[in-house]
């Protein structure tokens, strides 16, 4: 099936660092999405992403949908404790196919 | 508002033993999945349905089958559990396209 290539696996960083995490695939999305997992929940929507070259923010949180579609980034400034958890992007193929999920990152926060 | 329900959310089977998990959404939704979570592996699809009465395979569907004789209710059946089956299994609907809403998950054990 589709793979979503998700770097890195995990990151330990220190209160109010920056975050960079970023996923990357050999297919072609019409929709790139990223999602934040909490420990014992489901995944939630954190940034949807529909053009080439979008940038989009939601707060501490910035995520861009790459040129050639193949690619995505979410970037995390000023951490904080709460953002403690498993991210995951996921893309879209054309046609209204399931989602498909990388691997996640696990980002823990050191206060 | 419950948005997506799942029953149970623990449970332990032993090898060869049966079991249905239940899903269930209150929005109306049309799309509904099952997804299994592993460490490092992210969340996998097991099977999808686009619609009352409709089901379809996704990337591992080997030794689940499915039913959505309702449009609220989803179901993931374990004809007979083996422990490569332990994981953690999240639901989620869409009304259509890339919204996912998902559950708090069922966490299975088999012995």
């Known amino acids: 099936g589709q793979q979503l290539n998700q770097s890195p696996q995990s990151m330990f960083i220190q209160e109010g660092e920056d975050v960079s995490m970023n996923c990357t695939s050999s297919s072609i999305f019409n929709t790139w999405l990223w999602y934040k997992q909490d420990p014992g929940e489901g995944p939630v929507l954190l940034i949807a992403?529909?053009?080439?070259?979008e940038l989009t923010s939601n707060g501490r949180l910035t995520a861009q949908f790459g040129i050639t579609r193949k690619d995505s980034f979410l970037n995390i400034s000023a951490s904080i404790p709460s953002d403690v958890g498993i991210y995951f992007c996921?893309?879209?193929?054309?046609?209204?196919?399931?989602?498909?999920f990388g691997k996640g990152t696990r980002l823990s926060v050191i206060a | 508002n419950a948005g997506v329900t799942q029953t149970p959310k623990f449970r332990v089977l032993k090898t060869g033993q049966s079991m249905t998990l239940l899903c269930a959404q209150d929005m109306n939704h049309e799309y509904m999945y099952w997804y299994r979570q592993d460490p490092g592996m992210g969340l996998r699809l097991i099977h999808y349905?686009?619609?009352?009465?409709?089901?379809a395979k996704g990337e591992v569907p080997d030794g689940y089958n499915v039913s959505r004789l309702k449009k609220q209710n989803f179901l993931l059946g374990l004809e007979s559990a083996a422990p490569s089956q332990t994981s953690v299994y999240f639901c989620?609907?869409?009304?259509?396209?890339?919204?996912?809403?998902f559950g708090s998950g069922t966490r299975l054990t088999v012995v």
């Open positions: 996921a893309g879209q193929l054309p046609g209204n196919t399931p989602l498909v």
């Open positions: 992403l529909y053009k080439a070259g």
């Open positions: 349905s686009v619609g009352e009465g409709t089901t």
């Open positions: 989620a609907s869409t009304p259509g396209g890339w919204g996912y809403t």
